[in-house]
């Protein structure tokens, strides 16, 4: 008898601490014999970094998870072929086709099954942005693109009542937690408060729980016409440096990241008007939305950027990211002696224009 105990307790322990591990069996169409598979968390500091070759069609994987849930990426060497699912530590089958990632069968993951039922009822609200948006671009009406553009302003709150709604049937979504750590800066404060009230305690203390609660203690939803938040961060060699230190008769808080195109692709004009405008009294205080300090430092070298730069290096849950509701980078604001806000969002030749006239 204590031996059938024994062997049963035995078989129990093994089936638990195989249930600790995900393993990920699948087939994929197309690809040729020897193709690499690259398996990647969303999040570097989930860990998960693995790759596979294809044979005869198939392909596997197997590793565990630190957490119930993490969102991943499966994806070919030159990312032609991807798809991001959730992954969770059991047994997940993956059916693919080579240029179709996207379209694939995945099942075994609860989570990701949630996360397909959302996007099910996203997808209708995505084809009616996608059909707002090509009639914005053909119309020359003034009135109906204006009346267009406040349609597509809509669909944002369309999507946002998706996941509150889902959220109040299913308040340990971690897929509805993730889905308002990304964009509680884009829905706003009120909005975030919604959907956070609604989160279960345990999901409250996942990670994106946190991030959310952060940013709903840290957001000032800042406006034109209001006076900036003051705050201070650590600047290129390690010194505390406030807003409000910076002296000029303008300032142009900028929002940027040396990862994102658009900034530093702007860079050189931006250097331009800086120099110009500088003796006048025209000054910039660089926030990098940034958590790599060694590229952040280079991206500063190799522009060439001469005004005070300042990060948290925590990329783009930066409390001052969050503190001014900062939701597209580069984001900037242009803040008088009185210290108002009065313009956002100055970039180029609107913004050369605005300081000619500020300081002529």
């Known amino acids: 008898m204590k031996k059938t105990f024994l062997i049963a307790y035995l078989l129990l322990v093994g089936s638990l601490a195989f249930a600790q591990n995900f393993k990920i069996n699948g087939n994929v169409q197309g690809l040729e014999n020897g193709a690499w598979l690259y398996l990647e968390a969303s999040s570097p500091e989930d860990g998960i970094k693995d790759s596979t070759q294809v044979n005869n069609e198939a392909?596997?994987?197997?590793?565990?998870?630190?957490?119930?849930?993490?969102?991943?990426?499966?994806?070919?060497?030159?990312?032609?072929?991807?798809?991001?699912?959730?992954?969770?530590?059991?047994?997940?089958?993956?059916?693919?086709?080579?240029?179709?990632?996207?379209n694939g069968k995945i099942k075994g993951s609860a989570t990701q099954t949630e996360n397909e039922e959302i996007q099910r009822l996203i997808k209708p609200i995505e084809l009616k942005d996608d059909s707002l948006r090509a009639a914005l671009r053909k119309s020359e009406d003034p009135a109906i693109k204006n009346e267009l553009r406040k349609q597509i302003a809509e669909i944002k709150t369309e999507i946002y009542h998706v996941y509150l709604n889902f959220g109040k049937v299913h308040p340990?979504?971690?897929?509805?937690?993730?889905?308002?750590?990304?964009?509680?800066?884009?829905?706003?404060?009120?909005k975030t408060q919604e959907i956070y009230k609604v989160l279960s305690p345990s999901i409250k203390e996942t990670t994106y729980g946190k991030?959310?609660?952060?940013?709903?203690?840290?957001?000032?939803?800042?406006?034109?016409?209001g006076k900036y938040v003051d705050f201070e961060q650590t600047n290129t060699v390690g010194k505390k440096i406030k807003l409000s230190d910076i002296k000029g008769k303008y300032i142009l808080l900028e929002f940027w990241g040396?990862?994102?195109?658009?900034?530093?692709?702007?860079?050189?004009?931006?250097v331009k008007t800086y120099n110009a405008y500088k003796p006048k009294g025209f000054e910039i205080l660089g926030v990098a939305a940034d958590n790599n300090k060694a590229q952040w430092l280079k991206a500063i070298k190799d522009?060439?950027?001469?005004?005070?730069?300042?990060?948290?290096?925590?990329?783009?849950?930066?409390d001052v990211v969050f503190m001014?509701?900062?939701?597209?980078?580069?984001?900037?604001y242009l803040i008088d002696e009185k210290g108002i806000i009065i313009a956002k969002d100055l970039r180029g030749?609107?913004?050369?224009?605005?300081?000619?006239?500020?300081?002529?």
Do not use: H
């Open 303 to 318: 522009d060439g950027l001469p005004w005070e730069n300042v990060s948290d290096l925590k990329g783009d849950k930066n």
């Open 349 to 360: 030749k609107k913004l050369s224009d605005k300081l000619a006239e500020l300081l002529p």
């Open 258 to 270: 040396s990862w994102c195109g658009p900034c530093r692709q702007d860079n050189p004009e931006l």
């Open 324 to 332: 001014y509701g900062i939701s597209a980078y580069p984001t900037n």
């Open 211 to 225: 991030n959310i609660n952060s940013f709903l203690a840290l957001s000032q939803e800042v406006k034109i016409g």
């Open 59 to 102: 392909f596997a994987f197997e590793g565990k998870l630190t957490k119930p849930a993490t969102q991943v990426i499966l994806r070919t060497k030159k990312y032609t072929n991807y798809v991001f699912f959730w992954l969770e530590n059991k047994n997940v089958t993956m059916s693919l086709k080579d240029g179709q990632f996207k």
């Open 172 to 190: 340990n979504s971690i897929v509805v937690a993730s889905a308002t750590d990304v964009y509680s800066t884009t829905w706003g404060k009120e």
